[in-house]
């Protein structure tokens, strides 16, 4: 299976700030990433896939990166809105896996 | 809109069997892959197996393969998971979700809570 190994596991930013998350494959997974945006009791909402396809509907501010075995998810200028848990999942090969989460708590 | 609302969950002794059922609407249910994926009381998500539009094809976590099973009813626009045997360590919210490519999922249902105790 790829391990996916997301970092930080918790984050304390303040409203404005550009706040970055990181995922980071154990082995190349050549863009097949995608990022979650889960709040506090609710079910997780696509963000990014393709590793810097934006889906629908999701506010400009959010951003993906990376290639290879390193990817980031980019929120600028933070709202409290975003005040959630983030996960990283990969899709290039099965079974597909998450990673351990990123919540972002306002600072 | 597309909408999808799983039920069938709840308290189940541990070896029981369980099914879950999640119903599909606002989209075109037999053009998709679709995925069950469970996130535990610690929050760790883990994709259980997803399964072809047509019902055809279905592939699993190799940890769960022997457990769990995915099936779909394209007439009633519905996703199942059958559960067997099941463990404290199955004690989860599942989720239906609706896949694209297939691989990632661009939709989550509100999710439906196992508790797996004596």
């Known amino acids: 299976d790829i391990q996916m190994t997301q970092s930080p596991a918790s984050l304390s930013a303040s409203l404005g700030e550009t706040v970055t998350i990181e995922c980071r494959a154990s082995e190349d997974i050549y863009n097949g990433l995608a990022w979650y945006q889960q709040k506090p009791g609710k079910s997780p909402q696509l963000l990014i896939y393709n590793a810097n396809s934006l889906h629908t509907g999701v506010p400009s501010r959010f951003s993906g990166s990376g290639s290879g075995t390193q990817y980031s998810l980019k929120i600028n200028s933070l709202q409290s809105e975003d005040v959630a848990s983030y996960f990283c999942q990969q899709y290039y090969d099965y079974p597909w896996t998450f990673g351990g989460g990123t919540k972002l708590e306002l600072k | 809109e597309v909408q999808l609302v799983e039920s069938g969950g709840g308290l189940v002794q541990p070896g029981a069997s369980l099914k879950l059922s999640c119903v599909a609407s606002g989209f075109t249910f037999s053009d998709y892959w679709m995925s069950w994926v469970r996130q535990t009381p610690g929050k760790t998500m883990e994709w259980i197996g997803d399964i072809k539009y047509d019902g055809s094809y279905t592939n699993y976590a190799p940890s769960l393969k022997n457990r769990f099973t995915i099936s779909r009813d394209n007439a009633k626009s519905t996703l199942y998971l059958q559960m067997s045997n099941v463990r404290s360590e199955d004690t989860a919210t599942y989720y239906c979700?609706?896949?694209?490519?297939?691989?990632?999922?661009?939709?989550w249902g509100q999710g439906v809570m196992v508790t797996v105790s004596s």
């Open positions: 979700t609706r896949d694209m490519n297939p691989g990632y999922f661009d939709y």
